[in-house]
């Protein structure tokens, strides 16, 4: 399994960040405020094209969470109490199965009359989390439905050190304008729209896995639970994640796909083909690999600009300003200042 700090440069977009704050301020909560505890430049709100590092977010939500007393981040009728998580996680610990897990999992948060509830069935070869909605008219955002959705699978992944692969993901509105998000949210599974009900479709024999985890892991993973399941990596990896580890471990002389390929003992159309399947092409991958670790290196080292750009993979720093620039909307100088 790799460790945390080896994915520590990945990064998630600027909505995100709007959607953790979007019901803070109603509380009296300044967002300047937060993010700069978090370690996030207020001035990163306005740039559409912004991206923050995966820690710096993950840092962002544990505080938003934290001070407005609010698991579900103001988005249900009322609130889950911050230890609402911690109690489930233990609930279910000690289950034998992944499908034992995922039953507890669901009558614990049945046990709330409201908001977004999540049930657990069986029908053929396919078992689903189906996302219900609890005794009330209150109308539920976008990130709502994410927040549950992605907890669940990526937590189920952390039970039994595998990401777990889907069927499918279906939700019950229509695409949002950051639905590109989501291949990255569910790890490049079929999303789907406009469905008549939100649920997570997996095969039913993966309810027979065993769970890995322990009481003493657990404390461990509950230090940093966000943190945690936006970037942990397993060693069972998708056709995405291992390009991504070798682009990113020859950034400065990034290869071609056809080497890549060759490195995977595969033919480079398959390759294509096997990374179309998961939601990614090889050129999204570069450009992300450049993009995190530009940002990673702008934020927590004194490199210069011209180092970074040739860490990254440019021959120019004014090619590199260029590429920052047309990601972000700011320079990389301007960036470094805000941070």
């Not at 897990?101 to 070869?125: H, K, S, T, V």
């Not at 990130?143 to 669940?152: Q, W």
């Not at 998000?181 to 896995?209: C, M, N, W």
Request: glycine fraction near 6%.
């Amino acid at each position: 399994m790799s460790s945390i700090s080896s994915m520590r440069n990945i990064s998630v977009g600027n909505y995100f960040i709007h959607a953790v704050l979007h019901n803070a301020e109603a509380q009296g909560l300044d967002s300047k405020q937060l993010l700069n505890a978090a370690g996030i430049s207020p001035e990163l709100l306005s740039q559409a094209n912004a991206r923050v590092s995966a820690v710096n977010f993950g840092r962002l939500q544990s505080i938003v969470m934290r001070e407005m007393g609010d698991e579900f981040l103001g988005y249900g009728p009322s609130r889950y109490v911050i230890g609402t998580w911690t109690n489930m996680c233990y609930s279910v610990i000690h289950c034998a199965t992944l499908g034992h897990m995922m039953a507890r999992y669901c009558r614990f948060y049945q046990m709330f009359e409201w908001g977004l509830q999540p049930r657990f069935e069986i029908n053929g070869d396919e078992a689903k989390f189906v996302i219900e909605h609890g005794n009330t008219d209150h109308v539920i955002g976008h990130y709502g439905f994410e927040l549950i959705m992605f907890n669940l699978h990526r937590f189920c992944s952390w039970m039994v050190r595998r990401h777990l692969p889907l069927i499918a993901v279906n939700l019950e509105y229509s695409a949002p304008a950051h639905a590109e998000e989501y291949r990255h949210l569910f790890l490049g599974q079929a999303v789907y729209f406009d469905k008549p009900r939100s649920e997570i479709i997996f095969h039913r024999s993966l309810t027979e896995l065993p769970l890995e985890q322990t009481e003493q892991s657990l404390q461990r993973f509950l230090q940093h639970p966000t943190l945690v399941m936006l970037i942990q990596q397993y060693r069972e990896k998708s056709w995405t994640a291992q390009v991504r580890m070798i682009v990113n471990k020859r950034l400065i002389d990034t290869p071609g796909i056809e080497e890549i390929a060759e490195q995977l003992h595969l033919h480079p159309q398959t390759l294509r083909r096997r990374l179309a399947q998961e939601g990614s092409t090889f050129n999204e991958l570069k450009t992300q690999c450049r993009h995190d670790t530009a940002l990673y290196h702008l934020g927590r080292s004194n490199l210069s600009i011209e180092s970074i750009a040739q860490r990254t993979g440019f021959s120019e720093s004014s090619a590199f300003t260029r590429a920052f620039k047309s990601w972000t909307g700011m320079t990389p100088q301007h960036y470094r200042r805000r941070m």
